[in-house]
């Protein structure tokens, strides 16, 4: 994806690759550790966090080659993905 994009739009394109209907909450950590809340980031409507701390706010261009996060779709069933950065487009 161009490091243009956000994390919820991140999100979207992972969700839709698995098919999934995008109708849960999701989150990603960006340190790597599940519901760690050192560098965590929700969608607006799930977390009463300052705004950003928002996916809709953090763009991709502030994420480093070679970094590895957690994303977390459904928080009941907790669908885990292992993301990683291999380049910048």
């Known amino acids: ?29 960006m340190d790597n550790v599940e519901w760690s809340h050192a560098d965590s980031y929700f969608l607006s409507f799930v977390s009463d966090d300052v705004e950003e701390r928002y996916t809709e706010n953090v763009y991709l261009d502030s994420l480093s080659v070679k970094q590895k996060f957690k994303f977390i779709f459904d928080f009941g069933d907790e669908w885990r993905f292992e993301c990683q950065v291999l380049r910048e487009i």
Not at 8 to 26: C, G, K, M, Q, R
């Open 1 to 29: 994806m161009p490091k243009t994009k956000t994390l919820a739009e991140l999100a979207d394109v992972i969700l839709w690759s698995f098919d999934f209907a995008i109708d849960h909450a999701h989150a990603f950590f």
